[in-house]
């Protein structure tokens, strides 16, 4: 029964926020947002104390709960485990604590963090490494799917879909996405979660807390035959039969040992009662130091004996894709605009500055997701590497947009009205005379400064001394807003004819 309601509830929190990252329509984050802001690693970030404060009372009370149910890159392990046990069953045995591993890695993540190369250190961090997956890779299949159906709806006189651009908004984090994905896929098919309890850093902090959890899985020695059932169906491979302990550093509370024992020698119970069993069957500080061996592996021993492997296919197919041709008025072919280099990124209104986007962005994706323009893309720059940056080829930042900052559960994108956008200053527009179709072809064109919507953009004659000479920007900095608008309506081809240069920090017009 207990295994059965952990299933129900991992089955909903891992379903809704999958479809944070596959809904491209924005409603699924009303009312099931804060799945992503109640993650351990963002709420940390954002400084949530509740969050915090909630999840570590929580591993307190019922142990590692979190990796098995809120947890979605823990439940996607569980899916693939799963499968490989529908393949071999029984195939698991207990295997020996490798802290020394496990606390390298951990303590490796929080310099990496320190020392300002967080983009990097997330590659492994749960939450994150899972919104690349379902962004990367889940979001285009869904897509596709929703694409399909809108096509056999207008042939049906129906609007009830509409399709979407399926495209990869950055080649390296689809990459790192395949690569995380490919390795977990492979990894939790043969051991488990293993990688939840050698290399995840939210399972290292949350292993230590679970270790006093009031709840915890418990052996009766009376009614244990030694028949191994239970660690042969543990994937935290955390159950040590012979000596009738757990690891409870390692154990998720997936409840399988519990559903699998037909001797019910196994129960979810409080740890006085634990103790209390543990006289009866000997002395509690006997148990205790059994269970610290256990839990502990003999350390270097079991070091010694096995290596840390890790299974990784790299499968990295060579993303061909079919350009569309694009006709201006069924005569001209129009080029596809290319990104200018720019000597700051461009980061979203509610950022404030580059600093902050470091320190607090997860690379998620979760902010590229939902964005309706389709402006913000993955960098792919090595200092902050899988994190949010504004590109204008496709769209520009809309200033009635805010969905971004709506849906940031780390901080690195601050929650910012729609007024306040409005007055935000990302950027500053530039222009480059070489690209202008006014001095490159000799016509008429105003479309910077039409659609711009803070105004700062004028038309002044090319040549001042000429009252019919031509017109071409002025751009007023002071009150540009760096949305984007003029670079992405610039009808110069590849390179706009105006761009805009991001700002390290953002200001107030």
Sequence with gaps: MLRKLRIIFAAIFFSLITLLFLDFTGTIHAWAGWMAKIQFLPAVLALNAGVVVGLVILTLLFGRIYCSVICPLGVMQDIFAWGGGRHKKNRF???????VIRWTIFVIFCLTLALGFGSLALIIAPYSAYGRIAQNILAPIWQWGNNLLAYFAERADSYAFYSTDVWIRGLGTFVIAVITLLTLAVWSWYRGRQYCNTVCPVGTILGVLSRFSLLKPVINREKCINCNLCARNCKSSCIDVKRHAIDYSRCVVCMDCIDVCNKGAISYTWRREATQTADTQGSASQQQTEQNKAEQGKGGEGISRSTFIVTAGILTASAVKAQEMKLDGGYATLADKIAPPRRNAI??????????????????????????????????????????????????????????SEVCPAGAIKPISVVEKSSTQIGHAVWVKKNCVVVTDDVDCDNCQRHCPSAAITMVALDPKDEKSRKIPAINTSLCIGCGACEALCPARPFSAIYVEGHLSHKTI
């Design 93 to 99: 045995k207990f295997r020996p604590a490798k802290p």
């Design 347 to 404: 980061l979203p209104a509610g950022s404030l500055a580059a600093r902050n986007m470091a320190a607090r962005c997860t690379g998620c994706q979760l902010c590229v997701a939902v964005c309706p323009s389709q402006v913000l893309r993955p960098s792919a720059s090595l200092t902050n590497f899988m994190q949010p940056h504004l590109s204008f080829e496709k769209g520009y930042c809309r200033p009635e947009c805010n969905k971004c």
